[in-house]
């Protein structure tokens, strides 16, 4: 004769329900707990203090930016947002955008109209013209480059980025302190790439569109080259958040 079991007492079904409700509750805290660190090792929030990347981002824009997305071999590539700690102000970060990579042959002519900035990238082959729609005005100050430590010079002059070197402009380039000022940027002092605006939600989203390269116009007939200047700067690289020139 099959016999059945008594049920449990209500206070041991009690006991149940409360342990498998705190089993749930602690697997909960611990997944994220787990996305919190695996974001905040990936990801840090950054706000913008100024118009140097005017039109592209606006004075307090609130930014998210990766800083794992040059971890494992990745490098900057040519028109990337990037936060970073410039040469001459190590207690400080800024953003700009990537303009030269390393081994590319840079020359800037304020004589032409609007301002030309030509490239050979790698340093090889013919004169190709960036192209950048996201400029918000003419360009005309600092607009002559680069002398031999790949600062702004008086005329148009090429030169050839070191290998580990990048050149970085803000968009709003009459008000903006960049690459014209303090010279090339060392790798190690690129932090992070900012790709999303989250802050105002009016404007949450991507950072639009990057400049590209055609073919340079016969009437732009750059200096001979010179040879690059590897510069010996200090740097200090620091990941932290903060406001943005």
Request: with cysteine; aromatic share 8%.
């Amino acid at each position: 004769m099959t016999q059945v079991a008594a049920p449990p007492p209500p206070a041991t079904r009690r006991s149940r329900r409360r342990g498998g409700w705190l089993r749930d509750l602690l697997e909960v805290l611990l997944i994220a707990l787990v996305l919190y660190i695996v974001i905040w090792t990936a990801l840090q929030t950054v706000r913008v203090d100024g118009t140097s990347m005017v039109a592209t981002l606006q004075d307090q824009d609130l930014l998210l930016a990766s800083k794992i997305s040059y971890d494992f071999g990745a490098n900057p590539s040519r028109g990337d947002i990037v936060v970073l700690v410039p040469p001459s102000d190590p207690s400080r970060d800024f953003i700009k955008r990537v303009i030269g990579l390393p081994g590319d042959t840079i020359e800037i002519d304020g004589g032409q109209h609007p301002t030309a900035v030509l490239i050979k990238p790698g340093g090889k082959g013919p004169w190709q013209l960036l192209q950048e729609p996201y400029l918000p005005q003419p360009w005309t100050t600092l607009n002559f480059c680069c002398g031999p430590d790949g600062k702004a010079s008086a005329t148009a002059q090429p030169y050839t980025l070191p290998q580990g070197q990048y050149f970085v402009m803000g968009d709003n380039r009459n008000f903006s302190s960049d690459s014209r000022s303090f010279g090339p940027v060392p790798r190690k002092n690129i932090l992070a790439k900012a790709f999303l605006r989250i802050w105002p939600l009016g404007h949450f989203g991507g950072l639009g569109p990057g400049p590209s390269l055609g073919a340079a116009p016969a009437s732009v007939s750059p200096a001979a080259a010179i040879p690059a200047a590897v510069l010996g700067l200090p740097a200090l690289v620091r990941r932290r958040r903060g406001r943005l020139p």
